[in-house]
């Protein structure tokens, strides 16, 4: 696991890397679009990009605090949950629609 965030050290240190995790990076939004699509919430790149940041977050503290890194599952829930529900709120393809 930190060695995926140290490439994404490396790739701001060195820009010859970034190629590599802008790939990496589209790969993994792709993914996460379909995953959150099939779980019924928002399954737009900006939504696959939030959660990801969010899930980031979470096990970047974990790991710097010593916690396993499962511990960032809660923070996943959590954003999920509040995007499926913003999903049911909103009309399908009107204003303010989330998906």
């Known amino acids: 696991l930190l060695t995926v965030y140290e490439r994404y050290l490396g790739a701001a240190r060195h820009p010859a890397l970034r190629p590599v995790v802008i790939r990496y990076d589209a790969e993994l939004d792709a993914l996460l679009a379909q995953v959150l699509r099939r779980g019924g919430a928002p399954a737009t790149t900006a939504t696959a990009r939030l959660v990801l940041a969010v899930v980031d977050g979470a096990l970047l503290r974990a790991l710097a605090e010593g916690e396993p ?19 049911a709120l909103s009309p399908a393809g009107g204003p303010g629609s989330v998906r």
């Not at 890194?69 to 999903?87: E, I, M, W």
């Open 69 to 87: 890194p499962a511990s960032a599952l809660d923070a996943l829930r959590h954003v999920v949950g509040v995007l499926t529900a913003a999903a």
